[in-house]
């Protein structure tokens, strides 16, 4: 198997072990892998970027632009400023909810991502995943970072089974919020499916 694979988001929202499972599962069916995380003030919401490169075509752990085969992006203006490093047939699933700047409360520019769905809509096979609605049943929307991997490996597209990265988060998740993470994971990948 041969895939390149971004995620981006903000420090807190759970990029790093996203990046860490898909890597781990990848292993696990016995494939080269490269990964590499870009942390920026990330403990102050700053940009994080993981790279994860599966198969013997990667020599180096940095996605070289327009190679990603997709881009999970838990912040619409983080997917819109990865988006160079996607393929022209690559997906982008994106998190709907915007995860507003410190820069926008100095500022009040109404930033609510809108306008960048809107953009990815018209550049790329984009996918819409709305956190809020995804997690509400876990009663917290820190679980996407795994049922964002739900819907990747639901697509058919992440080139992971579903049970392998099932066998990672149990490996990789403290045992208090394991139940309530497989269960975000299980939703992520039904809505994957449709």
Do not use: W
Not at 9 to 14: L, P, R, T
Not at 97 to 106: I, N
Not at 145 to 156: D, E, K, S
């Amino acid at each position: 198997m041969e895939k390149d694979i971004m995620i981006c988001g903000v420090g807190g929202q759970g990029t790093v072990l996203a990046s860490k499972i898909i890597a781990a599962a990848a292993m696990q069916m016995g494939e080269t892998v490269h990964s590499a995380e870009t942390i920026g003030m990330a403990q102050r919401g700053g940009p994080v970027t993981s790279h994860v490169r599966i198969g013997e075509r990667a020599y180096s752990p940095l996605i070289p632009l327009g190679n990603a085969d997709m881009l999970l992006a838990f912040e619409p203006a983080e997917a819109v400023r990865n988006l160079q490093y996607l393929k022209k047939d690559g997906l982008v699933i994106v998190n709907r909810v915007a995860t507003k700047p410190v820069t926008e409360s100095l500022q009040e520019t109404g930033y609510d991502g809108k306008e960048m769905l809107a953009y990815l809509q018209q550049k790329c096979d984009c996918l819409i995943v709305d956190a809020n609605d995804l997690c509400r049943t876990l009663g917290s929307v820190r679980y996407f970072n795994i049922a964002i991997l739900g819907v990747a490996a639901g697509t058919q597209r992440l080139g992971i089974e579903a049970e392998t990265i099932l066998k990672e988060i149990e490996n990789r998740v403290p045992a208090r919020f394991l139940e309530k993470n497989k269960a975000a994971f299980l939703a992520g990948l039904q809505l994957g499916k449709n």
